[in-house]
């Protein structure tokens, strides 16, 4: 059973970078047909999907933060890793690196094929 676990600082300063890992066990980020992906929840907000990157290693982005977030990824640990630039306290949230078959299902972040990972709370700060 595939199994997913952010880590990555609590707390980052504005205009920092922010990086998180996602570590994956039971199953490679390179076979089959998943897409690895970052989602984050806002204080009092919505789901709100970041990006993926596919079992390719092509990537998408959400439209609003595609000028600021990267993913990239380390086959060798079976880790892929979000780099957000420019943090503002807009960028507050609970992180959580998810799964799913296509793009579309891990977009709508309401889907139970979703398999999510436990998440992190990200607070910036100065």
């Known amino acids: 059973q595939v199994q997913l676990q952010e880590s990555g600082p609590g707390l980052v300063k504005p205009s920092q970078t922010l990086s998180l890992t996602c570590t994956v066990s039971?199953?490679?980020?390179?076979?089959?047909?998943?897409?690895w992906s970052w989602i984050r929840q806002p204080p009092g907000k919505g789901l709100e999907w970041i990006g993926s990157i596919a079992y390719s290693g092509s990537t998408d982005y959400s439209p609003s933060l595609r000028s600021r977030a990267s993913i990239s990824r380390d086959t060798s640990k079976n880790q892929f890793t979000l780099h957000l630039r420019d943090v503002t306290p807009e960028d507050t949230a609970v992180y959580y690196c998810?799964?799913?078959?296509?793009?579309?299902?891990?977009?709508?972040?309401?889907?139970?094929?979703?398999?999510w990972g436990q998440g992190i709370q990200v607070t910036v700060s100065s």
């Open positions: 039971g199953g490679s980020i390179t076979t089959g047909s998943y897409y």
């Open positions: 998810a799964t799913g078959p296509t793009l579309g299902t891990v977009q709508s972040g309401a889907s139970n094929e979703i398999i």
